[in-house]
Nanobody, 123 residues
Framework: QVQPVESGGGLVQAGGSLRLSCAASGRTVSNYVMAWFRQAPGKEREFVGGVSWSGGSTYGDSVEGRFTISRDHASNTLYLQISSLKLEDTAVYYC?????????????????WGQGTQVTVSS
């Protein structure tokens, strides 16, 4: 079992940058695909991006080049760097893990979820 715990959210001005972290505990975390999702008020949870155990990554269609995902196997931590923040980036950002061998983009294919961290972008 894997338990993700997100941190790093907060109130940020538009145009700023933010790095979210997800510390995952459990056995063989490095074997899991890890991903970020986000959910804005009144909207469905959407795939931001994911990274495989080998470091390969993919991003959601709605995500521009402002997002970068990385992971550190030594500390079992997943990161999401967001630059040039926009008002529409305001959402709760969730970290998720799955034992699948590819990077799914749908929520139902992820087995473990964190509680989320709120990111609010102000003008």
């Amino acid at each position: 079992q894997v338990q993700p715990v997100e941190s790093g959210g907060g109130l940020v001005q538009a145009g700023g940058s933010l790095r979210l972290s997800c510390a995952a505990s459990g056995r063989t975390v490095s074997n899991y695909v890890m991903a970020w999702f986000r959910q804005a008020p009144g909207k469905e949870r959407e795939f931001v991006g994911g990274v495989s155990w080998s470091g390969g990554s993919t991003y959601g269609d709605s995500v521009e080049g402002r997002f970068t995902i990385s992971r550190d196997h030594a500390s079992n931590t997943l990161y999401l760097q967001i630059s040039s923040l926009k008002l529409e980036d305001t959402a709760v950002y969730y970290c998720a893990a799955t034992a699948r061998f590819w990077i799914p983009i749908t929520t139902t294919e992820y087995d473990y979820w964190g509680q989320g961290t709120q990111v609010t972008v102000s003008s």
